[in-house]
Antibody, heavy 117, light 111 residues
Framework: QVQLVESGGGVVQPGRSLRLSCAAS????????MHWVRQAPGKGLEWVAVISYDGNEKNYADSVKGRFTISRDNSKNTLFLQMNSLRREDTAVYYCARDRDTDMVNWGQGTLVTVSS | QSVLTQPPSVSGAPGQRVTISCTGS?????????VHWYQQLPGTAPKLLIYSNINRPSGVPDRFSGSKSGTSASLAITGLQAEDEADYYC???????????FGTGTKVTVV
């Protein structure tokens, strides 16, 4: 079955960096675009970024553009999110999700990122 | 600030029918982009409930149905059950933002 397992979350000071990973299994990773979606405590879902199946196309929400970078290693079935210049408002659970046809058909369990001094 | 607007909450008695609206604009739903719905049970990750406006993934009960018209979409739950208590989100694509958008979310309560 499809599994998406996020890791790399934790507590980080404002202005610092953090790198999230998402290990994928149970499907042909190289065939699918992948997303990052976040959810601040007690708030709704916010789309963060998407990367094409081959990594050549990337798109970001305005709130993270220029600070976050999405990437993937298809040889290792792993998705990444490099988060730089973190702000308190980036505090959230970060989910990775598999794209099908603009819908997000599978989700990981999420990893919590807390930006605090 | 989301570009897709949902009512904050809806409630119903067991067995009743409830509907959740998702109102967008000419750059997302009205532009013809598909609407998808997700269910998020307390403390868990979201789960795809309806895709491409009207389709149910395998395993989703037929009590859940979706529709789309103009710049809006709706999710209906018939025969409401206690296990349906959750947050529900619509999602689409927005050409003005060149990105994906979620609705504001709706909490369903079974009273």
């Amino acid at each position: 079955q499809v599994q998406l397992v996020e890791s790399g979350g934790g507590v980080v000071q404002p202005g610092r960096s953090l790198r999230l990973s998402c290990a994928a299994s149970g499907f042909t990773f190289t065939n699918y675009a992948m997303h990052w979606v976040r959810q601040a405590p007690g708030k709704g879902l916010e789309w963060v970024a998407v990367i094409s199946y081959d990594g050549n196309e990337k798109n970001y929400a305005d709130s993270v553009k220029g600070r976050f970078t999405i990437s993937r290693d298809n040889s290792k079935n792993t998705l990444f999110l490099q988060m730089n210049s973190l702000r308190r408002e980036d505090t959230a659970v970060y989910y990775c999700a598999r794209d099908r046809d603009t819908d997000m058909v599978n989700w990981g369990q999420g990893t919590l990122v807390t930006v605090s001094s | 600030q989301s570009v897709l607007t949902q009512p904050p909450s809806v409630s119903g008695a067991p067995g009743q029918r409830v509907t959740i609206s998702c109102t967008g604009s000419s750059s997302n739903i009205g532009a013809g982009y598909d609407v998808h719905w997700y269910q998020q049970l307390p403390g868990t990750a979201p789960k795809l409930l309806i895709y491409s406006n009207i389709n149910r993934p395998s395993g989703v009960p037929d009590r859940f149905s979706g529709s789309k018209s103009g710049t809006s979409a709706s999710l209906a739950i018939t025969g409401l059950q206690a296990e349906d208590e959750a947050d529900y989100y619509c999602q689409s694509y927005d050409s003005s933002l060149s990105g994906y958008v979620f609705g504001t979310g709706t909490k369903v309560t079974v009273v």
